[in-house]
């Protein structure tokens, strides 16, 4: 996972300075940064908790805690890229805001709290990767930890048809490109979160926490690639939108309306 991030970073340097030297300071260039850079810490961190030796469980439980409150993180901007998104696409509505916001949180809160209660109740065994000494927790914790993949596989599935119901409802008129983008990122966003929440749902129940942590921090890493990529791609679309009724502003990601 750290060769895959270096390696999407260094194809993307140029990219990404332009945007970062071109772009008006804002909220959104700064969820940017984070997301971008965040994924650094969190290696820094998955790896020295992987070769460390389990045998002083405070260390173990310090770093199995940075570890996913970091990835919590991570997860939580990368998606925020996209409930906006999907605020944008269906004109501002404060109530579907509200409802998305709401189910977030809630299932945000349930995850948490079952993170916290894997932490404090960890039994940590010997990996059955050789010569690998980390610190892993036992099967017994993976099987709760399912319930986390499982809300949020519900939710991004949710989201998924909910911008699905607004491009078929959108086919009606000529869109412009910038939707186009937006509504291209939101559905290939939400069935990559789909699928790998699905996944690690499936992994936690039946596979050991060596090789399920894998697929886990891959899930954190990837998505938070793809939301820092289409932002950029956003932004390289939105000096040229080619609308005749609408426009994307990235500093506050709302609809401005334009003249005809």
Not at 108 to 127: E, F, N, Q, R
Not at 181 to 194: E, G, K, P
Not at 220 to 229: D, E, G, V
């Given at each position: 996972m750290a060769a895959f991030w270096a390696y999407d970073y260094a194809c993307t340097l140029h990219e990404e300075w332009t945007f970062l030297?071109?772009?008006h300071w804002s909220h959104m260039k700064g969820l940017y940064i984070v997301t971008r850079y965040l994924p650094f810490i969190l290696l820094v961190a998955d790896l020295y908790m992987i070769f460390t030796p389990n045998e002083n469980l405070v260390t173990c439980g310090m770093l199995v805690n940075i570890s996913l409150g970091f990835g919590i993180l991570l997860s939580v901007c990368a998606e925020w890229f996209f409930i906006l998104r999907t605020y944008v696409l269906w004109d501002r509505n404060k109530i579907l805001l509200m409802a998305i916001l709401g189910t977030?949180?809630?299932?945000?809160?349930?995850?948490?709290?079952?993170?916290?209660?894997?932490?404090?109740?960890?039994?940590?065994?010997?990996?059955?990767?050789?010569g690998i000494t980390g610190c892993y927790q036992s099967s017994a914790i993976s099987?709760?930890?399912?319930?986390?993949?499982?809300?949020?596989?519900?939710?991004?599935?949710?989201?998924?048809?909910?911008?699905?119901?607004?491009?078929?409802?959108?086919?009606?008129?000529?869109?412009?490109?910038?939707?186009?983008?937006?509504?291209?990122?939101?559905?290939?966003?939400?069935?990559?979160?789909?699928?790998?929440?699905t996944m690690n749902m499936f992994t936690s129940l039946f596979l050991q926490?060596?090789?399920?942590?894998?697929?886990?921090?891959?899930?954190?890493?990837?998505?938070?690639?793809?939301?820092?990529?289409?932002?950029?791609?956003?932004?390289?679309?939105?000096?040229?939108?080619?609308?005749?009724?609408?426009?994307?502003?990235?500093?506050?990601m709302t609809f401005v309306n334009v003249p005809a």
């Open positions: 030297l071109q772009s977030y949180l809630s299932f945000l809160a349930v995850t948490i709290g079952i993170g916290i209660d894997a932490s404090i109740s960890a039994a940590y065994a010997t990996s059955p990767i050789p099987d709760r930890i399912f319930i986390s993949f499982l809300l949020f596989s519900v939710f991004e599935l949710g989201l998924m048809i909910i911008t699905l119901i607004h491009a078929i409802q959108g086919c009606r008129r000529t869109p412009c490109r910038l939707y186009v983008v937006l509504v291209n990122h939101n559905i290939f966003y939400y069935a990559s979160a789909f699928f790998f929440a926490d060596s090789y399920r942590t894998v697929l886990n921090g891959f899930q954190f890493l990837t998505l938070a690639i793809f939301a820092a990529r289409m932002h950029i791609h956003l932004w390289q679309t939105n000096h040229h939108p080619r609308c005749s009724d609408s426009m994307i502003h990235l500093s506050d």
